[in-house]
């Protein structure tokens, strides 16, 4: 069964950084497709960064300080957060999928397998 755990989030100060891991436990699975979304509490979840072979995608409100990267065995997706601030505030989730539907870089619908969320707090 394809699982995505991730890790790395926590509480930090406005301006600061972090980075998140994601690790795919399935190792006959490889993803072509990696996704990271978030959820502000009460709101919507919505799409930060996606990776697609060579490709990027950003939501506007993170371009220039977040970098999505993927190791080259396909089995970990990374989110590197600078410059950041109370607005990043949610829960995170990892996203993976292969040879899926595809409705956009950065639609929920794309995507087939989800972690659990990890908890990233910024302090003003």
């Known amino acids: 069964q394809v699982q995505l755990v991730e890790s790395g989030g926590g509480s930090v100060q406005a301006g600061g950084s972090l980075r998140l891991s994601c690790t795919l436990s399935e190792y006959t699975y490889t993803v072509d497709y990696w996704g990271w979304f978030r959820q502000p509490p009460g709101k919507e979840r919505e799409g930060v960064a996606a990776i697609r072979g060579t490709s990027t995608y950003y939501a506007d409100s993170v371009k220039g300080r977040f970098t999505i990267s993927r190791d080259k065995a396909a089995k970990m997706a990374f989110l590197e957060m600078n410059g950041l601030n109370t607005e990043d505030t949610a829960t995170y989730f990892c996203?993976?999928?292969?040879?899926?539907?595809?409705?956009?870089?950065?639609?929920?619908?794309?995507?087939?397998?989800w972690g659990q969320g990890t908890q990233v707090t910024v302090s003003s």
């Open positions: 996203a993976a999928a292969t040879a899926y539907r595809y409705y956009g870089p950065l639609d929920r619908r794309s995507f087939k397998y």
